[in-house]
């Protein structure tokens, strides 16, 4: 299995920030992956797929890149709504595998 | 518009069998490129995939619960539903249902649109 490692577990951060949230596979996985946010008691929510592509209708304050083995997800100005634990998620191959969840909170 | 909802008992005591069912709408099962996973995440803790069946009937598990869960879909209803063989109190999480995104390759899983999710607890 490809095991997903996601650096930090969390993150204090203030509104208008930016912010980057680290993801690394434990072996290569090409662009093959996802980002989600997901809100307390609430579902995930596709944010970005192919490491660099916007999921219609995320705001473009949200942004992904990477390749290989190493990640990141960046929020270029942080918004009160984007406070939420973001996992990352890799589609190179089955079984398919989450990070541990980075949980982004107010400062 | 998709829709996904999952339906079920909350509450399950060890060594049964939980049957999980996910009824949607907005997509067909039997268009080229669909599936439908499960996936789920105890309290507290991350996600975890389970299952994904494809709109060729093609079926994918986790490897560590390959012998515990079984994915099926019904077409004509519109439904896949999950089974899980001798529930264990570790067991206990919210089971999401989950749509793939239809316009990447097979391999590629991305799950663009989710269902609110049920918590199952398995307890005595």
């Known amino acids: 299995d490809i095991q997903m490692t996601q650096s930090p577990s969390s993150v204090s951060a203030a509104v208008g920030d930016r912010v980057t949230i680290t993801c690394r596979a434990s072996?290569?996985?090409?662009?093959?992956l996802a980002w989600y946010q997901q809100k307390p008691g609430k579902a995930p929510k596709l944010l970005i797929y192919?490491?660099?592509s916007l999921q219609s209708g995320v705001p473009s304050r949200f942004s992904g890149s990477g390749s290989g083995t190493d990640f990141t997800l960046t929020i270029s100005s942080l918004q009160p709504e984007d406070f939420a634990t973001y996992y990352c998620?890799?589609?190179?191959?089955?079984?398919?595998?989450f990070g541990q969840g980075t949980r982004l909170e107010i400062k | 518009q998709i829709t996904l909802k999952e339906s079920g008992p909350t509450l399950v005591k060890p060594t049964q069998t939980l049957t999980l069912t996910c009824t949607f709408s907005g997509f067909s099962l039997s268009g080229s490129g669909v599936g439908v996973g499960w996936i789920r995440q105890p309290p507290g803790k991350a996600l975890e995939w389970l299952a994904l069946v494809y709109w060729d009937d093609d079926k994918r598990y986790s490897p560590s619960l390959k012998n515990k869960v079984t994915i099926t879909m019904d077409t004509s209803k519109n439904q896949v539903v999950l089974t899980m063989a001798n529930m264990d109190p570790v067991d206990t999480a919210t089971y999401y249902c989950?749509?793939?995104?239809?316009?990447?390759?097979?391999?590629?899983?991305?799950?663009?649109?989710w269902g609110q999710g049920i918590l199952v607890t398995v307890s005595s």
């Open positions: 192919a490491a660099s």
């Open positions: 989950a749509h793939r995104r239809s316009s990447d390759s097979w391999l590629r899983v991305y799950f663009d649109y």
């Open positions: 072996q290569g996985i090409s662009s093959w």
């Open positions: 998620q890799q589609a190179n191959s089955f079984p398919i595998t």
